[in-house]
């Protein structure tokens, strides 16, 4: 049987988290990521184990047909691959950062200095829109460190919280683009594993919108329901049930995650009672 061969990170920062999206889309996998290959037991798929900065390459040579990698590395290494589907987690920047005591505000004020950095095509990929030069400095880690160990004036580097530049007394001064884990296919994926692909993807937008959601259930008295209809947003229009308590009804809707706090206030503030509120496994649209 035809099998779709997935790219997943063997470790690191993003193998948890596709592992575990694998798994809510009802994917089991055998083995763990001792070995690096591993099939699953109720989907044509294997799961291949691989550097994140290795991927690339793995999927422009049809080695793999899709992977979940981070865009930062698929922006630097993989401009022509297709992204396929956003998958909102692994949540970072790439951005140009320099000493403290640094007089430099952007990319364009590191104009024939030094720059470090892991990712050199992005980085030339701006300075040739900025319409400048500077010297490149291709490390594969700790970069942050560059700039105290007098290697370069500035760096390009990957920034979430900021700490790793706090603690290196460095500040970011321009971010390049932001990234988030992504599915990409490859260029010579075939229409049977296209189609496979497609159950996937189609599998993973419930998952997510799943996430982005909470299923509410409360109670209110019947005439306050108009006003509590109001507040939902929700899918569609809410249903509502009558309480065994006469003059009540109970009401279930779907909130955003984004507005969840505001509208609950709202609603306590209408008369809604006995709020439970519940994550949602899928979504399905
Ligand atoms: N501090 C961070 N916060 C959030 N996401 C991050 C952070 N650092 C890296 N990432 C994202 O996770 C991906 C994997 O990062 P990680 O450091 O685990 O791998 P790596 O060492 O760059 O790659 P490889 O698997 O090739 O060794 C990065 O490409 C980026 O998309
Ligand atoms: O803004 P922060 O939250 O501090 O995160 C940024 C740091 O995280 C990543 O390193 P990682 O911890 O993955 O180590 P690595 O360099 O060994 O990959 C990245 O290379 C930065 O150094
Ligand atoms: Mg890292």
Request: charged fraction near 25%; proline fraction near 4%; charge should be positive.
């Amino acid at each position: 049987m035809r099998k779709l061969k997935i790219a997943v990170q063997k470790s690191g920062r993003l193998h948890d988290d596709s592992m575990k999206i694998l798994k809510e889309i009802g994917i089991s996998i055998d083995n763990g990521k001792d070995q690096l290959k591993a099939s699953a037991r109720n989907f044509p798929l294997e799961v291949f184990y691989l550097r994140n900065g290795d991927i690339p390459q793995y999927l422009k040579d049809g080695v793999v047909d899709a992977a979940i990698i981070g865009e930062n590395v698929l922006i630097e290494k993989g401009n022509d691959l297709n992204i396929v589907e956003r998958l909102g987690f692994s949540k970072c920047k790439v951005s140009i950062a320099v000493p403290k005591s640094s007089k430099a505000k952007n990319l364009k004020d590191l104009a024939g200095k030094r720059i470090a950095t892991s990712y050199p095509n992005t980085v030339n990929q701006f300075l040739q829109r900025e319409g400048i030069e500077a010297n490149l400095h291709i490390i594969n880690g700790s970069v942050e460190i560059a700039p105290n160990i007098g290697l370069a004036d500035g760096i390009c580097d990957i920034v979430s919280s900021g700490s790793t530049l706090f603690k290196n007394g460095l500040k970011e001064i321009q971010v390049l683009l932001n990234s988030e884990a992504v599915l990409a296919t490859s260029p010579l994926l075939s229409s049977e594993n296209q189609e496979l692909v497609g159950k996937l993807q189609f599998r993973l937008r419930s998952v997510l919108k799943g996430r982005q959601n909470k299923y509410v259930l409360l109670n209110a008295p019947n005439d306050k329901l108009d006003a509590i209809i109001k507040i939902l947003p929700g899918m569609n229009s809410p249903t509502i049930l009558p309480l065994a308590k006469e003059g009540w009804s109970s009401l279930h809707s779907v909130i955003n995650k984004n507005d969840f706090w505001n509208v609950i206030d709202e609603l306590k503030l209408n008369g809604a009672e006995g709020i439970l509120v519940c994550p949602i496994e899928n979504m399905v649209l």
